[in-house]
């Protein structure tokens, strides 16, 4: 059992920048591949950055190419996702996800074992 508790999620001006936490407790965290997946008010989840557990590979939905990083810190069990030049279309609520295993799954929401409760992030037009 992987525990993740989100935080850093809040409202900003569209242009601005956020950056979110996701903090792991339980099993090894560094076993784990991890990701950020988001939900917008009536829209389906979307993978928007996973990691693996070495930190040396990512992936990145399209829609935040070049504006978002994912990284992760296994010393301090502590996976972030730096959002810059946010757009109102990143509204929604971000959850901090862990999967087993590290492959093309990590793009699909439903591959990941364990969540968070999830953050909200509002940005303004």
């Known amino acids: 059992q992987v525990q993740l508790v989100e935080s850093g999620g809040g409202l900003v001006q569209a242009g601005g920048s956020l950056r979110l936490s996701c903090a792991a407790s339980?099993?090894?965290?560094?076993?784990?591949?991890m990701g950020w997946i988001r939900q917008a008010p009536g829209k389906e989840r979307d993978v928007v950055a996973a990691?693996?557990?070495?930190?040396?590979?990512?992936y990145y939905a399209d829609s935040v190419k070049g504006r978002f990083t994912i990284s992760r810190d296994n010393a301090k069990n502590t996976v972030y996702l730096q959002m810059n030049s946010l757009k109102p279309d990143d509204t929604a609520v971000y959850y901090c996800?862990?999967?087993?295993?590290w492959g093309p799954g990590v793009q699909s929401w439903d591959e990941y074992d364990y969540w968070g409760q999830g953050t909200q992030v509002i940005v303004s037009s």
């Open positions: 996800a862990a999967d087993r295993a």
């Open positions: 990691i693996n557990w070495r930190g040396d590979n990512r």
């Open positions: 339980g099993r090894t965290f560094s076993n784990y591949a």
